[in-house]
């Protein structure tokens, strides 16, 4: 079982900038594609950023692209996403998910992905 522990959010100005975390407990995450997904309030949760096992295909919200970037150390069992100019409707609760094993690309369904995070907190002030 994969338990996955973010962390790096906070309340930040628009424009500013945040990088999230997203620790995995053994065993590996190097076989699983993860993402990040985020909820706001009253609203569905929406895909936000994944990436393939190996990280060399990287899929994003249309909104972020340009600003977010996601990454993975598959050595130190850890998942990234780098938020850049930010703006006050990136305003949510963001979570770090691992997809099931037999996924090998990254999906924007959250019925795809059987563990999840606890989620941390992102504020963007305008």
């Known amino acids: 079982q994969v338990q996955l522990v973010e962390s790096g959010g906070g309340l930040v100005q628009a424009g500013g900038s945040l990088r999230l975390s997203c620790a995995a407990s053994?065993?590996?995450?190097?076989?699983?594609?993860m993402g990040w997904f985020r909820q706001a309030p009253g609203k569905e949760r929406e895909f936000v950023a994944g990436?393939?096992?190996?990280?060399?295909?990287?899929e994003y919200l249309e909104s972020v692209k340009g600003r977010f970037t996601i990454s993975r150390d598959n050595a130190k069992n850890t998942l990234y996403l780098q938020m850049n100019s930010l703006k006050p409707e990136d305003t949510a609760v963001y979570y770090c998910a691992a997809a099931r094993v037999e996924y090998g690309i990254p999906s924007r369904e959250t019925r795809r992905y059987d563990y999840w995070g606890q989620g941390t907190q992102v504020t963007v002030s305008s």
């Open positions: 990436t393939s096992r190996s990280g060399g295909i990287t």
């Open positions: 053994l065993p590996t995450i190097s076989n699983r594609v």
